[in-house]
T-cell receptor, first 116, second 111 residues
Framework: DTGVSQNPRHKITKRGQNVTFRCDPI?????LYWYRQTLGQGPEFLTY????????KSRLLSDRFSAERPKGSFSTLEIQRTEQGDSAMYLC??????????????FGPGTRLTVT | GNSVTQMEGPVTLSEEAFLTINCTYT??????LFWYVQYPGEGLQLLLK?????DKGSNKGFEATYRKETTSFHLEKGSVQVSDSAVYFC??????????FGTGTSLTVIP
């Protein structure tokens, strides 16, 4: 396994357009996380999945953001009607986590979004 | 609420110097604490972790001790190398559901 992959690596879009990013986690990992990172800041939690169930979403995640993990494998993050403030690096991480077991998160390289 | 405060950078050290990067946290309950590292052009990697008070996490010569009384998890290394140049992030998680990261500290080690 080559680790967590994300596509595309870079995306430039015009304000108002919709964009979708994909994350392929490490195959046996049951948890998948999405983060947003802006310049000079640490990753900011957006949402996470346990298998195909989306269990938690940040209060910062607006209605324009939606994430899916349809078969408990890859995940997509869609942003509708993009705004310039959405420009950031979007990171995906996966882990193998059980009850009372905090699995190590493995991060992908990220998708850099620029909204013009 | 939960938050992490990290020492501001950037930090520049000469090779073989001693490194300390300060991290303090605010949390409800008893969080697990982490240090992640991001090398240039790469994704974040877990460097070390500690899951309860007084635990010491260690890896690649780096160490950090979970200090509940001072709510701190400072990262230390006795002798840094050029290859340690990276951005270091302190993080916490209460449940493994949400992770809270600091703003990161950039370290440059010069020969």
């Amino acid at each position: 396994d080559t680790g967590v992959s994300q596509n595309p690596r870079h995306k430039i879009t015009k304000r108002g357009q919709n964009v979708t990013f994909r994350c392929d986690p490490i195959s046996e990992h049951n948890r998948l996380y999405w983060y947003r990172q802006t310049l000079g800041q640490g990753p900011e939690f957006l949402t996470y999945f346990q298998n195909e169930a989306q269990l938690e979403k940040s209060r910062l995640l607006s209605d324009r953001f939606s994430a899916e993990r349809p078969k408990g494998s890859f995940s997509t993050l869609e942003i509708q009607r993009t705004e310039q403030g959405d420009s950031a690096m979007y990171l995906c991480a996966s882990s193998l986590t059980g009850f009372n077991n905090l699995g190590e998160q493995y991060f992908g390289p990220g998708t850099r979004l620029t909204v013009t | 609420g939960n938050s992490v405060t990290q020492m501001e950078g950037p930090v520049t050290l000469s090779e073989e110097a001693f490194l300390t990067i300060n991290c303090t946290y605010t949390a409800t309950g008893y969080p697990s604490l982490f240090w992640y590292v991001q090398y240039p052009g790469e994704g974040l990697q877990l460097l070390l972790k500690a899951t309860k008070a007084d635990d010491k996490g260690s890896n690649k010569g780096f160490e950090a001790t979970y200090r509940k009384e001072t709510t701190s998890f400072h990262l230390e290394k006795g002798s840094v190398q050029v290859s340690d140049s990276a951005v270091y992030f302190c993080a916490l998680s209460n449940t493994g559901n949400q992770f809270y990261f600091g703003t990161g500290t950039s370290l440059t080690v010069i020969p």
